[in-house]
């Protein structure tokens, strides 16, 4: 079994940045993808990034793309979403997630569905304001 832990979410204004992080315990990570997904108020859970396990492939929807950045360290068993430039829009629950995967292909649409993913996290809330 994989637990996940979120952390570093908090509120902070339009422009700024955050770092959440995602330690995993339990079974080392290094065969797993992970993702990053959020949830807003009154909203369906969304894919906003993942990354192969090995971390060469990365993919992230379009709305974040430029601003956020995927990272992972197999070796510290934990995953990274580096946040800049964040806009109100922005607001959500962020949960990480794992799924087993050791393929070389990195299948950018199963890495889009939340029912691809085995664990996640009890979710870091995330608050930007205007």
């Known amino acids: 079994q994989v637990r996940l832990v979120e952390s570093g979410g908090g509120a902070v204004q339009a422009g700024g940045s955050l770092r959440l992080s995602c330690a995993a315990s339990?079974?080392?990570?290094?065969?797993?993808?992970a993702g990053w997904f959020r949830q807003a108020p009154g909203k369906e859970r969304e894919f906003v990034t993942a990354?192969?396990?090995?971390?060469?492939?990365?993919i992230y929807t379009d709305s974040v793309r430029g601003r956020f950045t995927i990272s992972r360290d197999n070796a510290k068993n934990t995953v990274y979403l580096q946040m800049n430039s964040l806009k109100p829009e922005d607001t959500a629950v962020y949960y990480c997630?794992?799924?087993?995967?050791?393929?070389?292909?990195?299948?950018?649409?199963?890495?889009?569905?939340?029912?691809?993913?085995?664990?996640w996290g009890q979710g870091t809330q995330v608050a930007v304001s205007s």
């Open positions: 339990g079974r080392t990570i290094s065969n797993y993808v």
């Open positions: 990354i192969s396990w090995s971390g060469a492939s990365t």
């Open positions: 997630a794992l799924r087993y995967d050791t393929s070389s292909m990195f299948s950018e649409a199963r890495a889009r569905l939340p029912g691809a993913y085995a664990y």
